[in-house]
C-alpha cells in the first residue's frame, strides 16, 4: 500500500474529510502511529523539547532532528513524513531554505517539509515548491519566534486576525500544501479554514479546523506539563513509572529475572 500524498489531502479537503496529525521522532512510536492509520507524520523541531530537553525549539539543529526523520520515514509505510525546518535553516534566503530542505528530503526521506511564518517566508515556499518539495506551512504561535513575540500566548485576536488570514492567504498563493494554525481563536481558524482551498491543521486552534495535530507524548499524557488545547489520551507517564518502579523493586528483590527469562548451560 503506498504512501499518502498531498493530492490525497486536498482531495479529504474537497469531500470535507477531517484527518489526525502526530507528531514522530523515533521507530517504535512513528511504526505504531503508521499502523494505526494516523496518515501524516510530523518529525517536529518539538524534538527540541520531548527528544533533546531544551526549553525551547531555537536550539535544535539540523544535524539533531535529520536522524530522527530518517528513523520515522524508515519505520513507517504508509505515513507521509513531514519534516519540521529548525529556525536559522530557512529565513536567511529561499537559497538557503531549499539547501536545508534537499537534506531533509535526502538524508531523511521526508516527503514535505514544513517551515514557521507568514508573508516573510513566501517566497521560500514559492522556491522549494517550485523544486518539488511539498511545503507545510505554519502561523499563529509559532514557536520558534518566542523571543519576539515574548512567550507562548494565544496569537490572532482583535486587529490582529485580519493579518493572519492574509499571511495565510499568502502562504496558500506561495504553494503551500496545507496551513498549521496554533494557538489561535477558534472563530478565526474557522474563517481561514473557509477561505482556504488548501486543508488547515489546528493545535489550540478549536473544531473547525480540516485537522488536528497534538505532540504525542502530549496526546498520551507522557508530558508532565501541557498546554490547556491538549487533551491526553493515555497516561503514559504514570504507566511508566509505575513500570520502572516494579522493575526496581523486583531487581532488588531478587524476583527478577525468573528461570523462564534465563539461559542454561
Ligand atoms: O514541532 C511541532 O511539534 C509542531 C506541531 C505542534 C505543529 O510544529
Ligand atoms: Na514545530
Redesign the pocket.
Known amino acids: 500500500s503506498r504512501r499518502v500524498t498531498v493530492r490525497d489531502l486536498a482531495a479529504a479537503k474537497r469531500r470535507g474529510e477531517r484527518w489526525p496529525m502526530l ?1 514522530a521522532y523515533d521507530a517504535l512510536t512513528a511504526r505504531v502511529f503508521d499502523e494505526a492509520g494516523i496518515p501524516v507524520l ?1 518529525v ?3 524534538a527540541a523539547n520531548v527528544v533533546y530537553g531544551y526549553d525551547t ?1 531555537v536550539p535544535v539543529t539540523m544535524d539533531e532532528l535529520v536522524p530522527l526523520t530518517a528513523a520515522v520515514a524508515r519505520s513507517t509505510q504508509r505515513a507521509l513524513v513531514v519534516a ?1 525546518l529548525p529556525f536559522g535553516s530557512y529565513q536567511g534566503s529561499p537559497q538557503q531554505a531549499l539547501e536545508a530542505a534537499s537534506r531533509f528530503m535526502k538524508e531523511g526521506r521526508a516527503q514535505a517539509v ?1 517551515l514557521e511564518g507568514g508573508h516573510t517566508v513566501a517566497h521560500q515556499v514559492e522556491l522549494l515548491v517550485s523544486a518539488g518539495i511539498p511545503v507545510m506551512g ?1 502561523v499563529g504561535l509559532t514557536p520558534q519566534s518566542v523571543n519576539t513575540l515574548g512567550g507562548y500566548r494565544v496569537q490572532g485576536r482583535g486587529e490582529a486576525a485580519a493579518d493572519l488570514l492574509k499571511d495565510a492567504k499568502e502562504l496558500e498563493r506561495a504553494g503551500a500544501f496545507s496551513l ?1 494554525l ?1 494557538c489561535v481563536p477558534s472563530e478565526l481558524a474557522a474563517e481561514v479554514t473557509e477561505q482556504l482551498s488548501i486543508p488547515t491543521i489546528g ?1 489550540g486552534a478549536g473544531p473547525s479546523t480540516d485537522a488536528q ?1 497534538l ?1 504525542w507524548q502530549d496526546m498520551a499524557g507522557l508530558s508532565p506539563k501541557v498546554a490547556k488545547f491538549v487533551k491526553a489520551y493515555a497516561n503514559l507517564n504514570e504507566t511508566l513509572r509505575e513500570a520502572a518502579s516494579s522493575f526496581a523493586d523486583d531487581v532488588v528483590q531478587g524476583a527478577f529475572p525468573e528461570e523462564r527469562h534465563s539461559y542454561t548451560a
Do not use: A, N, Y
Request: charged fraction near 30%; charge should be negative.
Open positions: 507528531t510530523l517536529g523541531d518539538s525549539t519540521d514544513k505554519h498549521v496554533e493545535i495535530v505532540v
